[in-house]
């Protein structure tokens, strides 16, 4: 069965500080990769997604990038963090031409 | 653009009694419309989705009804129990550039009293 990792759980950062987020499916081949933003209490962002190595797209202008240096492997990135970077990050994962996507556990970042 | 809206954003109902979630969808082309249950803290759950071939779907207490005509479709959970108690989301997708694009609604919050 397939299974998608995400770390860290929690993350404090300072302003200005980097990030890295990282995210990887196991048991399956050739996914489509997402990364989502949710604001406390709001609803789900899309930001990034991948349909394959080296393969991001961007849904929104920010201060984040997205990489996929392997397959199952994708990374959410920031070279200065802001205030408004704070939030729960998801990663998700959909079969190659499948509808359905999963979440990843997520990461709660804070960033003061 | 492309836009789900969901209503009504809070629900509170007594345990035993039904709930009903709805959500319409702008871009006609959409034809894939999941439903994700998220407790406190923690990451969505798909609990049900619908095709836009199907009008009705039904799995126990929960079942999706989609209206193409009107682009809407709607959340059942009948006999709610506490346990529901979650934020539903709704959302609707097409296939676009070799990938699922879900667009979301606000989501729901729902609680369930004993």
């Known amino acids: 069965s397939q299974t998608i990792h995400q770390w860290p759980a929690t993350l404090v950062q300072p302003v200005g500080s980097p990030l890295s987020l990282e995210c990887t499916v196991e048991g399956t081949s050739n996914p489509n990769l997402y990364w989502y933003r949710q604001a406390a209490g709001r609803g789900l962002q899309l930001l990034f997604y991948s349909v394959g190595i080296g393969q991001i797209s961007s849904e929104v202008p920010q201060n984040l990038s997205a990489s996929r240096p392997q397959d199952r492997q994708f990374i959410l990135s920031s070279k200065k963090l802001l205030l408004s970077d704070s939030g729960f990050y998801l990663c998700a994962w959909s079969g190659r031409g499948a509808e359905t996507q999963y979440f990843g556990p997520g990461t709660r970042l804070l960033v003061l | 653009g492309e836009n789900v809206e969901q209503h009504p954003s809070t629900l509170s109902v007594q345990e035993g009694d039904s709930a009903v979630i709805k959500c319409t969808y702008s871009?006609?082309?959409?034809?894939?419309f999941p439903w994700y249950k998220q407790e406190l803290g923690k990451r969505p759950q798909l609990i049900i989705d619908?095709?836009?071939?199907?009008g009705e779907k039904k799995d126990q207490r929960i079942a999706v009804t989609l209206n193409k005509t009107a682009k809407h479709f709607s959340l059942h959970i009948t006999e709610t129990q506490p346990e529901d108690s979650a934020v539903y989301f709704c959302a609707a997708s097409k296939v676009s550039g070799g990938y699922n694009k879900l667009i979301f609604g606000a989501g729901t919050r729902l609680a369930v009293h004993p």
């Open positions: 871009d006609s082309a959409s034809n894939y």
């Open positions: 619908i095709r836009s071939n199907v």
